[in-house]
């Protein structure tokens, strides 16, 4: 016999709102994701190459219901306008960052730190130790150990070699993104197209690769900050946290592990996949990223 429960309306998911806006930072247009509680713990996500804050939109669904997490382009990515003026190095990434987060008023937040966001990022920590919670370091290197052999060419690329300037040029294609997306993942199925067809349109627009090949000759002056950054772990150990994608082709797991020697404490988890973790392992690194943001926020 079938007895008729009480009707009860479904409860759906709780699945976060993100906002889409600008902010003006001395004549840089920033664009940003936002998304969390306005009064929860602030995650900041600092994006990698050749991606934009779109490569945190499903980590912002995951965590967003509890976490403020706030993901900006930086200036020559994704939706961020910058005047025709702009010289594209990673001081001024930075300099462009850290008013971003002025004009917000954030005064203290999580570092969520990936590729090129760990440059931006410990720059920005350095200026502003009393800002930073914690550290989430995903496939950012600050160590020499850390650097492949296709990194170490990177770094020794000279602006006055035409060849060096073609060579970066060749890898600021479709091929090249793709290759940064699939190279030393497990199950290339998990990594979303969209992910690096949407990068390369943007890598497409007018100045974009010119803008590129700018920040590409300019990482030198990141490997030669090592030392300076470490220092900086050192003298603060902020809590941290480790992931790494083991079959990066550029950032290798011995720099995830030297990140221990600074800070003893830090947790490291390393993945069976390459650049791009969160696109094959968000279901494993989500719960370790909430964990961490409970014990840490203010």
Wanted: net charge negative; charged share 25%; hydrophobic share 40%.
């Amino acid at each position: 016999m079938h007895v008729n429960a009480a009707h009860t309306e479904p409860t759906a998911p709780s699945v976060p709102r993100i906002t889409h806006r600008h902010v003006d930072v001395d004549g840089v247009r920033v664009f940003y994701r936002e998304t969390g509680p306005a009064d929860a713990p602030v995650l900041l996500l600092l994006h990698g190459f050749p991606s934009a804050s779109h490569q945190f939109r499903r980590l912002m669904d995951a965590l967003g219901g509890e976490f403020r997490l706030i993901a900006p382009d930086y200036p020559g990515f994704g939706h961020t306008q910058a005047p025709d003026t702009f010289t594209y190095g990673f001081e001024r990434l930075a300099d462009v960052v850290e008013g971003f987060t002025e004009a917000l008023g954030l005064t203290r937040f999580a570092l969520y730190v990936f590729d090129f966001g760990g440059p931006v990022g410990f720059r920005l920590a350095e200026r502003h130790p009393e800002r930073i919670t914690g550290l989430i370091v995903q496939n950012a290197n600050a160590y020499d150990e850390g650097l492949s052999d296709a990194a170490r060419e990177l770094v020794a690329r000279d602006r006055e070699n035409p060849d060096d300037i073609d060579a970066i040029a060749g890898f600021l294609t479709t091929a090249g993104t793709r290759f940064q997306y699939e190279t030393g993942t497990g199950r290339t199925e998990l990594v979303d197209p969209d992910s690096w067809t949407l990068d390369q349109h943007f890598l497409d627009l007018p100045g974009r690769k010119s803008a590129q090949i700018d920040l590409a000759l300019d990482y030198r002056s990141n490997v030669e900050r090592y030392p300076a950054w470490q220092s900086w772990l050192r003298a603060h150990r902020p809590p941290a946290l480790i992931l790494w994608g083991e079959g990066d082709p550029f950032f290798t797991p011995p720099g995830a592990r030297a990140y221990l020697r600074d800070l003893p404490d830090a947790a490291l988890h390393l993945f069976p996949t390459g650049h791009f973790a969160l696109e094959e392992h968000l279901p494993e690194i989500a719960p370790l990223i909430a964990d961490f943001l409970r014990r840490t926020g203010h």
